[in-house]
Protein backbone atom coordinates (compact mmCIF):
# COMPACT_ATOMS: atom_id res chain seq x y z
CA UNK A 1 0.00 0.00 0.00
CA UNK A 2 1.50 3.55 -0.82
CA UNK A 3 2.32 5.73 2.31
CA UNK A 4 -0.62 8.32 1.38
CA UNK A 5 -2.95 5.05 0.89
CA UNK A 6 -2.19 3.44 4.23
CA UNK A 7 -2.30 7.20 6.09
CA UNK A 8 -6.06 7.62 4.50
CA UNK A 9 -6.96 4.30 5.46
CA UNK A 10 -5.69 4.27 9.18
CA UNK A 11 -7.97 7.62 9.54
CA UNK A 12 -10.48 5.50 7.98
CA UNK A 13 -10.62 2.89 10.03
CA UNK A 14 -10.27 5.18 13.29
CA UNK A 15 -13.52 6.69 12.09
CA UNK A 16 -15.32 3.11 12.30
CA UNK A 17 -13.48 0.98 14.86
CA UNK A 18 -14.77 -2.31 13.65
CA UNK A 19 -13.14 -2.28 10.27
CA UNK A 20 -10.22 -2.62 12.06
CA UNK A 21 -10.60 -6.53 12.58
CA UNK A 22 -12.11 -7.30 9.19
CA UNK A 23 -9.71 -9.12 6.73
CA UNK A 24 -8.55 -6.05 3.67
CA UNK A 25 -6.11 -8.65 2.33
CA UNK A 26 -5.93 -11.91 0.38
CA UNK A 27 -4.05 -13.13 3.51
CA UNK A 28 -6.52 -11.96 5.85
CA UNK A 29 -4.77 -9.23 6.85
CA UNK A 30 -6.67 -6.33 9.03
CA UNK A 31 -5.49 -2.86 9.28
CA UNK A 32 -3.97 -3.52 12.63
CA UNK A 33 -1.76 -6.48 11.18
CA UNK A 34 -0.53 -3.16 8.48
CA UNK A 35 0.05 -1.21 11.27
CA UNK A 36 2.24 -3.41 12.73
CA UNK A 37 3.88 -4.24 9.57
CA UNK A 38 4.32 -0.59 8.66
CA UNK A 39 5.98 -0.24 12.01
CA UNK A 40 5.08 2.53 13.08
CA UNK A 41 3.93 3.36 16.59
CA UNK A 42 1.42 5.35 16.33
CA UNK A 43 -1.21 3.95 14.17
CA UNK A 44 -0.67 0.87 15.71
CA UNK A 45 -1.41 2.60 19.18
CA UNK A 46 -4.53 3.79 18.03
CA UNK A 47 -6.02 1.00 16.38
CA UNK A 48 -5.23 -0.89 19.40
CA UNK A 49 -7.02 1.23 21.39
CA UNK A 50 -10.07 1.61 19.06
CA UNK A 51 -10.10 -2.39 19.73
CA UNK A 52 -9.83 -2.16 23.68
CA UNK A 53 -13.29 -0.09 23.34
CA UNK A 54 -15.01 -3.06 21.23
CA UNK A 55 -16.54 -6.30 22.37
CA UNK A 56 -13.72 -8.56 22.62
CA UNK A 57 -15.83 -11.51 20.83
CA UNK A 58 -15.71 -9.43 18.20
CA UNK A 59 -12.01 -9.45 17.71
CA UNK A 60 -10.62 -12.38 19.24
CA UNK A 61 -7.78 -13.69 17.02
CA UNK A 62 -7.43 -10.26 15.35
CA UNK A 63 -4.40 -8.97 17.23
CA UNK A 64 -1.12 -8.86 15.61
CA UNK A 65 1.64 -9.96 18.28
CA UNK A 66 2.75 -12.97 16.28
CA UNK A 67 3.12 -11.38 12.75
CA UNK A 68 4.55 -7.98 15.05
CA UNK A 69 7.23 -11.23 16.33
CA UNK A 70 7.79 -12.67 12.34
CA UNK A 71 8.26 -9.41 10.84
CA UNK A 72 10.82 -8.05 13.67
CA UNK A 73 8.87 -5.14 14.71
CA UNK A 74 9.27 -4.75 18.37
CA UNK A 75 7.74 -1.62 19.33
CA UNK A 76 4.72 -3.55 18.25
CA UNK A 77 5.32 -6.51 20.28
CA UNK A 78 6.00 -4.03 23.68
CA UNK A 79 2.44 -2.10 22.67
CA UNK A 80 0.96 -5.65 22.17
CA UNK A 81 1.93 -6.82 25.20
CA UNK A 82 1.09 -3.92 27.64
CA UNK A 83 -2.27 -4.10 25.78
CA UNK A 84 -2.99 -7.57 26.09
CA UNK A 85 -0.20 -9.81 27.28
CA UNK A 86 -2.52 -12.99 26.83
CA UNK A 87 -1.88 -12.83 23.02
CA UNK A 88 1.50 -14.21 23.73
CA UNK A 89 0.12 -17.69 23.83
CA UNK A 90 -2.75 -16.68 21.55
CA UNK A 91 -1.77 -18.93 18.13
CA UNK A 92 -2.36 -18.39 14.65
CA UNK A 93 -3.20 -20.62 12.12
CA UNK A 94 -0.71 -22.82 12.25
CA UNK A 95 -0.54 -23.40 16.09
CA UNK A 96 2.29 -20.88 16.19
CA UNK A 97 2.71 -18.45 18.92
CA UNK A 98 4.75 -15.29 18.75
CA UNK A 99 7.63 -16.87 21.08
CA UNK A 100 7.94 -19.39 18.13
CA UNK A 101 7.80 -17.12 15.45
CA UNK A 102 10.14 -14.63 16.88
CA UNK A 103 13.46 -16.92 16.64
CA UNK A 104 12.43 -19.12 14.10
CA UNK A 105 12.97 -15.32 12.05
CA UNK A 106 15.78 -14.69 13.32
CA UNK A 107 14.22 -11.89 15.61
CA UNK A 108 16.28 -12.43 18.96
CA UNK A 109 15.63 -9.24 20.53
CA UNK A 110 12.04 -9.89 20.37
CA UNK A 111 12.71 -13.30 21.93
CA UNK A 112 14.63 -11.88 24.92
CA UNK A 113 12.05 -9.26 25.15
CA UNK A 114 9.57 -12.00 26.07
CA UNK A 115 11.64 -14.04 27.80
CA UNK A 116 12.72 -10.86 30.44
CA UNK A 117 9.31 -9.07 30.52
CA UNK A 118 6.50 -11.40 30.44
CA UNK A 119 8.43 -14.00 32.76
CA UNK A 120 5.43 -13.73 34.99
CA UNK A 121 2.84 -14.42 32.50
CA UNK A 122 4.46 -17.55 31.12
CA UNK A 123 4.84 -18.53 34.82
CA UNK A 124 1.34 -18.59 35.97
CA UNK A 125 0.42 -19.74 32.52
CA UNK A 126 -1.04 -23.37 31.76
CA UNK A 127 -1.91 -24.63 27.80
CA UNK A 128 -5.35 -25.64 28.17
CA UNK A 129 -5.75 -29.29 27.20
Known sequence: M?????????????????????PMTAN???????????GEEEPTRALLKGISEMDEAFWRNSVGNT?????????????????????????????ETPLFRAPRCGHVEIVSYILENCEDFFSRWSRPH
Open 2 to 22: IKEEWKKKVKEELKDKTKSVF
Open 28 to 38: RDTTLHLAVYN
Open 67 to 95: QAATVGNLTAVKLLVEYKKEDLVAENIYG
